[in-house]
Protein backbone atom coordinates (compact mmCIF):
# COMPACT_ATOMS: atom_id res chain seq x y z
CA UNK A 1 0.00 0.00 0.00
CA UNK A 2 1.26 3.28 -1.05
CA UNK A 3 -0.16 6.60 -0.38
CA UNK A 4 0.96 9.05 -2.99
CA UNK A 5 0.98 13.10 -2.10
CA UNK A 6 -1.89 14.99 -3.67
CA UNK A 7 -1.00 18.50 -5.15
CA UNK A 8 -2.89 21.33 -4.12
CA UNK A 9 -5.11 24.24 -5.67
CA UNK A 10 -3.00 26.47 -6.82
CA UNK A 11 -0.02 24.39 -7.81
CA UNK A 12 0.05 24.42 -11.72
CA UNK A 13 0.94 20.76 -11.90
CA UNK A 14 -3.24 20.59 -12.03
CA UNK A 15 -3.42 22.36 -14.53
CA UNK A 16 -1.47 20.68 -17.37
CA UNK A 17 -3.18 18.44 -19.58
CA UNK A 18 -3.14 14.27 -19.18
CA UNK A 19 -1.74 12.01 -21.80
CA UNK A 20 -3.74 8.88 -23.48
CA UNK A 21 -2.21 5.53 -21.62
CA UNK A 22 -0.52 3.77 -24.31
CA UNK A 23 0.94 0.82 -22.25
CA UNK A 24 -1.05 -1.24 -20.10
CA UNK A 25 1.17 -3.29 -18.23
CA UNK A 26 2.05 -3.99 -14.21
CA UNK A 27 3.14 -0.74 -13.86
CA UNK A 28 -0.10 1.17 -14.62
CA UNK A 29 -1.97 -1.87 -12.12
CA UNK A 30 0.35 -0.45 -9.52
CA UNK A 31 -0.36 3.08 -9.90
CA UNK A 32 -4.21 2.33 -9.86
CA UNK A 33 -3.57 0.66 -6.79
CA UNK A 34 -1.62 3.28 -5.05
CA UNK A 35 -3.70 5.94 -6.47
CA UNK A 36 -7.15 3.61 -4.69
CA UNK A 37 -5.32 3.94 -1.74
CA UNK A 38 -4.37 7.19 -1.84
CA UNK A 39 -8.06 8.09 -2.39
CA UNK A 40 -9.26 6.29 0.09
CA UNK A 41 -6.97 7.61 3.30
CA UNK A 42 -7.31 11.51 1.88
CA UNK A 43 -11.15 10.52 2.39
CA UNK A 44 -12.43 10.80 -1.02
CA UNK A 45 -14.70 9.31 -3.87
CA UNK A 46 -12.76 10.02 -6.76
CA UNK A 47 -9.08 11.01 -7.53
CA UNK A 48 -7.41 11.90 -10.96
CA UNK A 49 -3.83 10.63 -11.97
CA UNK A 50 -2.77 14.42 -12.69
CA UNK A 51 -3.92 15.06 -8.36
CA UNK A 52 -0.76 12.99 -7.94
CA UNK A 53 1.56 14.38 -10.68
CA UNK A 54 1.00 11.68 -13.20
CA UNK A 55 0.57 13.47 -16.37
CA UNK A 56 -1.72 9.61 -17.73
CA UNK A 57 -4.94 10.20 -18.70
CA UNK A 58 -6.42 7.69 -16.00
CA UNK A 59 -8.90 8.22 -12.48
CA UNK A 60 -10.47 6.16 -10.11
CA UNK A 61 -13.72 6.59 -8.36
CA UNK A 62 -15.60 4.37 -5.39
CA UNK A 63 -18.67 6.19 -4.14
CA UNK A 64 -19.93 2.93 -2.58
CA UNK A 65 -20.77 3.53 1.67
CA UNK A 66 -18.56 0.70 2.29
CA UNK A 67 -15.40 1.62 -0.35
CA UNK A 68 -15.63 -2.27 -1.53
CA UNK A 69 -17.03 -1.27 -5.61
CA UNK A 70 -13.69 0.89 -7.28
CA UNK A 71 -13.96 1.94 -10.69
CA UNK A 72 -10.96 2.59 -13.16
CA UNK A 73 -10.97 4.66 -16.37
CA UNK A 74 -8.05 4.91 -18.62
CA UNK A 75 -8.76 7.37 -21.32
CA UNK A 76 -12.34 8.39 -20.86
CA UNK A 77 -14.80 9.96 -23.26
CA UNK A 78 -17.81 11.78 -22.21
CA UNK A 79 -20.22 9.75 -24.84
CA UNK A 80 -23.68 11.18 -24.06
CA UNK A 81 -25.22 13.59 -21.62
CA UNK A 82 -28.76 14.42 -20.93
CA UNK A 83 -29.88 17.28 -17.96
CA UNK A 84 -28.47 19.45 -15.54
CA UNK A 85 -27.75 18.80 -11.69
CA UNK A 86 -26.50 21.41 -9.16
CA UNK A 87 -24.60 19.99 -6.29
CA UNK A 88 -21.86 20.83 -3.64
CA UNK A 89 -18.44 19.93 -5.02
CA UNK A 90 -15.18 19.45 -3.21
CA UNK A 91 -12.00 18.24 -3.85
CA UNK A 92 -9.01 16.25 -2.53
CA UNK A 93 -6.57 19.36 -4.16
CA UNK A 94 -8.65 21.43 -2.63
CA UNK A 95 -9.25 20.40 0.95
CA UNK A 96 -12.09 21.46 3.21
CA UNK A 97 -13.99 23.70 0.40
CA UNK A 98 -17.34 22.74 -1.14
CA UNK A 99 -19.30 25.20 -3.62
CA UNK A 100 -22.38 24.51 -5.80
CA UNK A 101 -21.45 23.24 -9.44
CA UNK A 102 -23.80 22.82 -12.18
CA UNK A 103 -23.30 19.12 -14.36
CA UNK A 104 -25.06 16.87 -16.44
CA UNK A 105 -27.20 14.80 -14.81
CA UNK A 106 -27.22 11.95 -16.97
CA UNK A 107 -24.30 10.29 -18.78
CA UNK A 108 -22.36 8.20 -20.55
CA UNK A 109 -18.93 7.31 -20.87
CA UNK A 110 -16.63 5.23 -23.16
CA UNK A 111 -13.45 4.34 -21.24
CA UNK A 112 -10.34 1.52 -21.22
CA UNK A 113 -9.60 -0.38 -17.59
CA UNK A 114 -6.21 -0.90 -16.25
CA UNK A 115 -5.94 -3.60 -18.66
CA UNK A 116 -6.72 -1.81 -22.21
CA UNK A 117 -10.32 -3.35 -22.27
CA UNK A 118 -12.67 -0.73 -23.92
CA UNK A 119 -16.56 -0.31 -21.54
CA UNK A 120 -19.19 1.90 -21.63
CA UNK A 121 -20.95 2.88 -18.00
CA UNK A 122 -24.54 5.10 -18.11
CA UNK A 123 -24.09 7.02 -14.63
CA UNK A 124 -26.49 9.42 -13.13
CA UNK A 125 -26.88 11.54 -9.89
CA UNK A 126 -23.26 11.36 -7.70
CA UNK A 127 -21.66 9.02 -10.10
CA UNK A 128 -21.88 11.62 -12.91
CA UNK A 129 -21.08 14.47 -10.83
CA UNK A 130 -17.93 12.23 -9.80
CA UNK A 131 -17.32 11.21 -13.55
CA UNK A 132 -17.37 14.71 -14.51
CA UNK A 133 -15.52 16.25 -11.89
CA UNK A 134 -12.08 13.71 -12.55
CA UNK A 135 -12.39 13.81 -16.22
CA UNK A 136 -11.79 17.94 -15.85
CA UNK A 137 -8.65 17.14 -13.87
CA UNK A 138 -7.79 15.38 -17.15
CA UNK A 139 -7.57 18.32 -18.60
CA UNK A 140 -6.01 20.48 -16.51
CA UNK A 141 -9.80 22.21 -15.22
CA UNK A 142 -10.84 22.12 -11.48
CA UNK A 143 -14.10 22.69 -10.13
CA UNK A 144 -13.30 25.97 -8.85
CA UNK A 145 -13.03 27.32 -12.25
CA UNK A 146 -17.11 27.06 -12.40
CA UNK A 147 -16.94 29.80 -9.75
CA UNK A 148 -16.79 33.62 -9.45
CA UNK A 149 -13.47 34.93 -9.99
CA UNK A 150 -14.24 36.22 -6.43
CA UNK A 151 -14.49 32.63 -5.13
CA UNK A 152 -11.71 31.75 -6.68
CA UNK A 153 -9.57 34.19 -5.20
CA UNK A 154 -10.98 33.66 -2.04
CA UNK A 155 -10.83 29.80 -1.83
CA UNK A 156 -6.42 30.50 -3.34
CA UNK A 157 -5.82 33.01 -0.18
CA UNK A 158 -7.25 29.97 1.98
CA UNK A 159 -5.61 26.89 0.33
CA UNK A 160 -2.21 29.22 0.54
CA UNK A 161 -2.87 29.83 3.79
CA UNK A 162 -3.61 26.18 4.34
CA UNK A 163 -0.33 24.87 2.95
CA UNK A 164 1.39 27.30 5.07
CA UNK A 165 0.26 26.22 7.96
CA UNK A 166 0.49 21.85 7.21
CA UNK A 167 4.38 22.43 6.00
Not at 135 to 146: E, I, P, Q, R, S
Request: proline residues 5%.
Amino acid sequence: MTILSILHFPDPRLRQQTKPVTVFDDELKVLKDDMLDTMYAAPGIGLAAIQVNVLKSMMVIDISETKNDPLCFVNPELVEHDGLIKTDEGCLSVPAIYEPVSRYEKIRVKAQDELGEWFELEADGLLSVCIQHEMDHLKGKLFVDYLTEMKRKRIRKKMERYRRETM
